[in-house]
T-cell receptor, first 116, second 114 residues
Framework: AQSVAQPEDQVNVAEGNPLTVKCTYSVSGNPYLFWYVQYPNRGLQFLLKYITGDNLVKGSYGFEAEFNKSQTSFHLKKPSALVSDSALYFCAVRLPGGGATNKLIFGTGTLLAVQP | ETGVTQTPRHLVMGMTNKKSLKCEQHLGHNAMYWYKQSAKKPLELMFVYSLEERVENNSVPSRFSPECPNSSHLFLHLHTLQPEDSALYLC?????????????FGNGTRLTVT
């Protein structure tokens, strides 16, 4: 069955330090992978995506993610964290197969807390 | 007005009430989605609508009834809900036919069933 796992409920990091939010996936075929961020009382906002090509994907707000096929991982990274990065982060994978719509499976989310 | 707009932002209803959630997208997309977000659980895809397909998650109870009158509007009709249906309901849209088209979400409706 297709699935996405985010093994950490919460990640704590000091401002200015690098951050990593982990994601692993299980899907048949080539995966289409996404990261979204959710601020309090808001919907999810798209950060970045991996479809094919370069394993390092750059996205919004200085975030990037590294696709690793052998480890079936798609970890979110940022070289220097900001307090304003504190939010809930979701990894998602597109269900493979037919259909014109983008049915995404989401992980449970990781709360990122950046301390000043 | 741009983006995906959901109304109301908050809704409190009794188990015998009937209410509807509304979603409107101004992005020119042609696919719309309902997701349910509960604490500590993955987002649950409830329904998908596009010109080419309508997808319903078979695990969604029949007390939730979607309606998509056109490509810009999506409704979720609610009746005889249970307290465990309390959650954040998110609407999203995308461009069908483009596999890498990200979903654009509204800010959600926070539903509380008493």
């Amino acid at each position: 069955a297709q699935s996405v796992a985010q093994p950490e409920d919460q990640v704590n990091v000091a401002e200015g330090n690098p951050l990593t939010v982990k994601c692993t996936y299980s899907v048949s075929g080539n995966p289409y992978l996404f990261w979204y961020v959710q601020y309090p009382n808001r919907g999810l906002q798209f950060l970045l995506k991996y479809i094919t090509g370069d394993n390092l994907v750059k996205g919004s707000y200085g975030f990037e993610a590294e696709f690793n096929k052998s480890q079936t991982s798609f970890h979110l990274k940022k070289p220097s964290a900001l307090v304003s990065d504190s939010a809930l982060y979701f990894c998602a994978v597109r269900l493979p197969g037919g259909g014109a719509t983008n049915k995404l499976i989401f992980g449970t989310g990781t709360l990122l807390a950046v301390q000043p | 007005e741009t983006g995906v707009t959901q109304t109301p932002r908050h809704l409190v209803m009794g188990m015998t009430n009937k209410k509807s959630l509304k979603c409107e997208q101004h992005l020119g997309h042609n696919a719309m989605y309902w997701y349910k977000q509960s604490a500590k659980k993955p987002l649950e895809l409830m329904f998908v609508y596009s010109l080419e397909e309508r997808v319903e998650n078979n695990s969604v109870p029949s007390r939730f009834s979607p309606e998509c009158p056109n490509s810009s509007h999506l409704f979720l009709h609610l009746h005889t809900l249970q307290p465990e249906d309390s959650a954040l309901y998110l609407c999203a849209s995308s461009q069908a036919g483009e596999r890498n088209s990200p979903l654009h979400f509204g800010n959600g409706t926070r539903l509380t069933v008493t």
